[in-house]
């Protein structure tokens, strides 16, 4: 089966934004955390390179938001 481009940036998206649906979830992972936990499954249901721009986004806006 191919995945267009959209599908699965969109794919990697939806899986990291699941972590943030219940905010009252005592289990809630942090954005880094949950890039961490999404690393140690890389090879396996995400796309690598689409992975990485979103670890880059996630990593750039955790460092901004220390220094804000």
Do not use: H
Not at 5 to 14: E, F, K, S, T
Not at 38 to 61: C, D, S, T
Request: charged share 30%.
């Amino acid at each position: 089966v191919k995945i267009s481009p959209l599908g699965r940036i969109l794919g990697v998206a939806d899986y990291y934004a699941e972590f943030f649906k219940e905010p009252e979830d005592p289990r809630e992972l942090k954005p880094d955390e949950a890039i961490e936990y999404m690393e140690m499954l890389i090879g396996q249901p995400f796309n690598k390179e689409v992975f990485r721009a979103l670890k880059n986004i996630v990593i750039k806006a955790t460092v901004l938001k220390s220094v804000g």
